[in-house]
């Protein structure tokens, strides 16, 4: 089990930028991590992950070219770049860490999310 902790949502117009953090409480060496999201009325969805080594990335279709992944080990961080930003990417964001890299569900441990609102 994992502790992750996200930062950096917030209000932001269409156009804008973002960068989301996740704090693991353990060593990210040993997970694939990633994001999903979640907007009001909507399944969760996939949005990127990373392998363990950060030499394997993953994409949803909706945010390839404007949303990149990246990771410190020695901070036991994950990143989410969000350029370019729509309204439609409004939605709740959740860190995700598991053994396994997926491009998608399941991810083992998660965290409690954190809003991004993109006005338009």
């Known amino acids: 089990q994992v502790q992750l902790v996200e930062s950096g949502g917030g209000l932001v117009q269409a156009g804008g930028s973002l960068r989301l953090s996740c704090v693991a409480s353990?060593?990210?060496?040993?997970?694939?991590m990633g994001w999903f999201r979640q907007a009001p009325g909507q399944e969760r969805e996939f949005v990127a992950s990373?392998?363990?080594?950060?030499?394997?990335?993953y994409y949803a279709d909706s945010v390839k070219g404007r949303f990149s992944i990246s990771r410190d080990n020695t901070k036991n961080t994950v990143y989410l770049q969000m350029n370019s930003l729509k309204p439609e990417d409004t939605a709740v964001y959740y860190c995700?860490?598991?053994?396994?890299?997926?491009?998608?569900?399941?991810?083992?441990?998660w965290g409690q999310g954190t809003q991004v609102t993109v006005s338009s």
């Open positions: 995700v860490a598991d053994p396994i890299l997926r491009a998608g569900a399941p991810y083992e441990n």
């Open positions: 353990g060593r990210t060496s040993r997970y694939a």
């Open positions: 990373i392998s363990r080594s950060g030499s394997t990335l």
